[in-house]
């Protein structure tokens, strides 16, 4: 999968632009705050149906405009192209085009375009709140299976209307045991579901993961990812036992609950345990380690979506590279081959001798030559006129 050309209007400080990227590694690069990150934001956009720094639609329109325009063109590996359009009002919800055609809702893009997004906050994702490692299985998953996110959604909706009635009930002091069971037949129903998706997801992660790390590290140290939830390794057996198991806690603890006004079981309380060597690495990894396991968890998503959709996804790197030593930055470097990589960066850094490369400085929000570049592309033209 290949981003070709996406073209920007009024988007952040991008006032208009347009910007193509070639096969293999693309690097944009500049000096701060200069755009580059509102470009990978831009392409993200498409993999994600929102921005993944923004909290709201219209931080990401120009300050002096009402309206920006995001249109991008990729190709899968069987070189059909599509087009994705998104338009951004301050004042109105976002909408989603696919080949010119108005989508009726936001999710149903997402899975479409697939990228996988490294930035420097993915790089503390061993030591974040759990929260954290929850969303990189959302982010990851909803892209390959759209089911996911309907799930999720609805998920979400049913724990907070139980959790409503809860609190109600726990602040009147009233129990109302028959609309209780009927939140939880549900709850446990979508626990199930999900669990199972991300159970299945987790086995895959923690293939890929060992697999990267050890190649990074040499082998020394053996990495373990599993999942951390309400169900045991027997429940996953069939999906009643596991419906049962979120079935039973639910039922089983309703004075903890009434207690708290909170729904307390369930796969809003997921988590990866992550270990290597044996040791739980939330407390006892390096910061090294740490940076290698992230990189290999975000080298490991990109396979899994390749396995599961039949070509890789495209790799956004933002400004991650600078965070990374020679021997990892080497290791990206020399695995990278076969994919689309966008890369953001304050210098071309590492890739200055390669001549495969499609640069691009940004400044301003602009695409443009770097001086220092001009100065030495006039010198040649004047030793060559000699
Ligand atoms: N809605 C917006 N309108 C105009 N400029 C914006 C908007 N949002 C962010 N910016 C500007 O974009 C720049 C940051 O861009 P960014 O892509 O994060 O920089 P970098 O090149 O360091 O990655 C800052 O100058 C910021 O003021
Ligand atoms: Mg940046």
Known sequence: MKVTDIEFDSFRNIESEKIEFSDGINVIYGENAQGKTNILEGIYLFARGKSFRAFKDKELVKFDKSVAYVKMNFENKD????????????????????????????????????????????????????SVRRKFLDVAISQLRPVYIKMMTRYNAVMEERNAILKMMSEERILNQDLMDIYSEELASLCADIADIRNEYIKKLDFWVKNFFEEMTGGKEKPKITYESNASENDFESRESLKNRYLDLLKNNKERE????????????????????????????????QRSLSLAMKMAEGEISRESKGEY???????????????????????????????????????????????????????NIPVFEKVENEENLEADME
Do not use: M, W
């Open 79 to 130: 070189n059909e192209k599509t087009f994705l359009g998104a338009e951004i009002s301050k004042s109105l919800p976002k909408k989603f085009y696919r080949n010119k055609v108005k989508v009726a809702k936001t999710a149903e893009i997402i899975g479409e375009f697939r990228a996988v997004l490294f930035c420097p906050s993915h790089l503390g994702i061993i030591k974040d709140s759990p």
């Open 258 to 289: 009434y207690k708290y006004g909170a729904t307390l079981f369930g796969i809003h309380k997921d988590d990866l345990k992550i270990e290597i060597n044996g040791k739980d690495s939330r407390l006892y990894s390096s910061q090294g380690q």
């Open 313 to 367: 996804p495209v790799f956004l790197f933002d400004d991650v590279l600078s965070e990374l030593d020679d021997s990892r930055k080497k290791y990206i470097l020399s695995n990278i081959k076969a994919r689309q990589v966008i890369i953001t960066g304050c210098d071309k850094g590492v890739f200055e001798n390669t001549d495969e490369c499609n640069f691009i400085y940004i400044k301003d929000g602009k695409r």
